[in-house]
C-alpha cells in the first residue's frame, strides 16, 4: 500500500511564497528553514519533507517564479500580427510581474545564483518566447541583430516593471498602465530598427 501523503501541493505553495518574500526583501541569505516553516504556519520538517534542504527550497523559489512567469507568456496567443503579439507579451511580462512582485524580485533583482548547469538568460524558454516574437519582426535580420533587439526590448520591459514595483512611478494603476504602454510605444520602435 502506497504511503500517505503527508503534506500537499497547497503547503508547498504557501511555503514557496513565504520564501520568496524573504528573498525578495533580505536576499538568498536571509532565508531559514525555520523561519519560513514559521511564517507558512508549519513545522520544519514539513520544509525537509517537502524541498529536502533549505538550498533545495530556494533553488525550487526561483524556478517557481520562471514556472509562473512562463505560464503569463504562454498565455499570450499567436497571431497573424507579430507586433500586436509582441505587444501582448510585455504586458504579459507587466502582468506577471503585478501578479507575484516577490517572485519577480527573485528572478530579477536578489536573483538566486544559478546552478552551475543552468542556462544563461538569454537562451531560457521564457527569453526565447522574446526572441522568437522579434524575429517574427525581423525575419530577414541577422541573429545577432534580433537578439540585440531582444535585449533591447527586455530591458525596457523591465526597467519600467522594476521602476513600478519600487513604487518610483506615480498615479495609480490605470495611469501607471498607460504609462507603461505609452513608453513602450514610444521606445520599442527604435529597439526593433525603426
Known sequence: MARPRVHDDALRTRLLEVASESVATGGESAVTVRAVAAAAGTSASAVYALFGSRDELVAAVSAEGFRRFAAHLAAVPRTEDPLADLRALGLAYRSSSLADPHFYRVMFDRAVRP????????????????????????????????????????????????????????????????????????????????
Open 115 to 194: 546552478s552551475a548547469d543552468a542556462l544563461p538568460a538569454v537562451e531560457r524558454p521564457t527569453f526565447r518566447v522574446l526572441r522568437d516574437a522579434v524575429e517574427r519582426l525581423m525575419p530577414n535580420a541577422p541573429d545577432e541583430r534580433v537578439d540585440a533587439a531582444a535585449v533591447g526590448l527586455w530591458g525596457l520591459v523591465h526597467g519600467l516593471v522594476s521602476l513600478e514595483l519600487a513604487g518610483l512611478l506615480p498615479g495609480d494603476d490605470d495611469e501607471r498602465s498607460a504609462r507603461y504602454a505609452a513608453a513602450t510605444t514610444a521606445v520599442g520602435p527604435a529597439l526593433l530598427g525603426g
